[in-house]
Structures are given as structure tokens and as C-alpha cells.
T-cell receptor
Framework: GEDVEQSLFLSVREGDSSVINCTYT??????LYWYKQEPGAGLQLLTY?????DMKQDQRLTVLLNKKDKHLSLRIADTQTGDSAIYFC??????????????FGRGTQLTVWP | NAGVTQTPKFRVLKTGQSMTLLCAQD?????MYWYRQDPGMGLRLIHY???????AKGEVPDGYNVSRLKKQNFLLGLESAAPSQTSVYFC????????????FGPGTRLTVT
């Protein structure tokens, strides 16, 4: 998972926007995902983007994909204290595998201050 | 649907003991996976299965064995536990095919002393 890079920490004030960034490595990756993990819980799929798209919006979430730079970002509008969690970026690589394995970043701990 | 369930939720083992973690899914998924999560790390794939009776190694398979005797169950075994296997273990499952996402269980926290 160390080939997918994310900053480890982000702190924002409630009501502000949060932007979590990720760089991935494989240009053949088909899907890129954002998962959320709350304390003591498993991973919950937040959203994903197919590699032929450059933007996807889903309510408060906006995903931007820059394939040239292999850069993925997740913007959370009007961030709430309930958004405090660890956010994982993951890429589904196709090269050399029909399975499409997921490779995860280390996760970004988002802390939202009231 | 219960989704993906894991048993047990917590376990403490002594070095050298053995145990089996059970993962079950009720979504008729073909693919199943075992990951481990260590502090400050992303998830790393231990073993996976693309169907009943088939298993394959992931990134960090050493010290683990798996079996998929039934489509809905995927078992992870530790034959002789070591402190380096202290971790949180997640099971996941998905439909066959590139476009389907993985669904995760709640995790098993294992401590080896």
C-alpha cells in the first residue's frame, strides 16, 4: 500500500471545506475509491470514480481526478464533526491481474473542530 | 442482509498458539479477501479467493493460511501466532468484475503476547 500516498493528518473547523489529497502510481488503474473508517469500525465506501472521468459530485462530496499527474482529491463541503474519521484512498489496478486488486494509502486522519 | 460479518471481534493469543478467523458474507459475492491493518499503515492484502475452492496469496501471506470451502465463508488461519501478527484483520467481499466495489466487515482485533 505504500505506493499510494496521502498526507496523514488534516484539521478543519466545522462548516469549512476539507480537501484530502492522494497520489497513486498505476496509470492503468481503472477505479479509484475513497473509504471512510470511523473509530473501531470497518471501512465504508464513500465514493468512487472511474478512470475516464475527471470529476464526480455526490451531495457534499466532490472527487477530482487528474490522470496526467495521477492525483485524486476528495472535497467535503460544509464539514461536520461527524465527518471526523480516517479517509483512505485506494486504487484498483488492472495491470497483470484480472482480479483488480485494491491498493490502499495509509489514510488521512480528518479532525473537525466545533 | 447482514453483509460481511467477522468472528471473533477481539482475541488475545500467546505466542505459538493457533486460531482461525471466520468471515461470512450473504451477498453471494464471488471474491473474498483478507487484509491486515497496522497503525499508520493502509490495508495490506494477505490472501484472497476468486471462488469456492480457490485461494491465492496477496502481499503479506507468510504465517497465514486460508480456506474457502463454501462460497459464503472465507477462513484465515494462524498456525503458530507471533507478536508481529498483532493487528486488526479485515475481511472484504465483492462481485466478480472490475467495476464492483469491496464491502468490508467490522474487523477482528488480534493481540499476540
Amino acid at each position: 500500500g505504500e505506493d499510494v500516498e496521502q498526507s496523514l493528518f488534516l484539521s478543519v473547523r466545522e462548516g469549512d471545506s476539507s480537501v484530502i489529497n492522494c497520489t497513486y502510481t498505476d496509470s492503468s488503474s481503472t477505479y479509484l475509491y475513497w473509504y471512510k473508517q470511523e473509530p473501531g469500525a470497518g471501512l465504508q465506501l464513500l465514493t468512487y470514480i472511474f478512470s475516464n472521468m475527471d470529476m464526480k459530485q455526490d451531495q457534499r462530496l466532490t472527487v477530482l481526478l487528474n490522470k496526467k499527474d495521477k492525483h485524486l482529491s476528495l472535497r467535503i463541503a460544509d464539514t461536520q464533526t461527524g465527518d471526523s474519521a480516517i479517509y483512505f484512498c485506494a486504487e484498483k489496478r488492472r495491470r497483470g491481474s484480472t482480479l483488480g486488486r485494491l491498493y490502499f494509502g495509509r489514510g488521512t486522519q480528518l479532525t473537525v473542530w466545533p | 442482509n447482514a453483509g460481511v460479518t467477522q468472528t471473533p471481534k477481539f482475541r488475545v493469543l500467546k505466542t505459538g498458539q493457533s486460531m482461525t478467523l471466520l468471515c461470512a458474507q450473504d451477498m453471494n459475492h464471488e471474491y473474498m479477501y483478507w487484509y491486515r491493518q497496522d497503525p499508520g499503515m493502509g490495508l495490506r492484502l494477505i490472501h484472497y479467493s476468486v471462488g469456492e475452492g480457490t485461494t491465492a496469496k496477496g502481499e503479506v501471506p507468510d504465517g497465514y493460511n486460508v480456506s474457502r470451502l463454501k462460497k459464503q465463508n472465507f477462513l484465515l488461519g494462524l498456525e503458530s501466532a507471533a507478536p508481529s501478527q498483532t493487528s486488526v484483520y479485515f475481511c472484504a467481499s465483492s462481485y466478480k468484475g472490475q467495476k464492483y466495489e469491496q464491502y468490508f466487515g467490522p474487523g477482528t482485533r488480534l493481540t499476540v503476547t
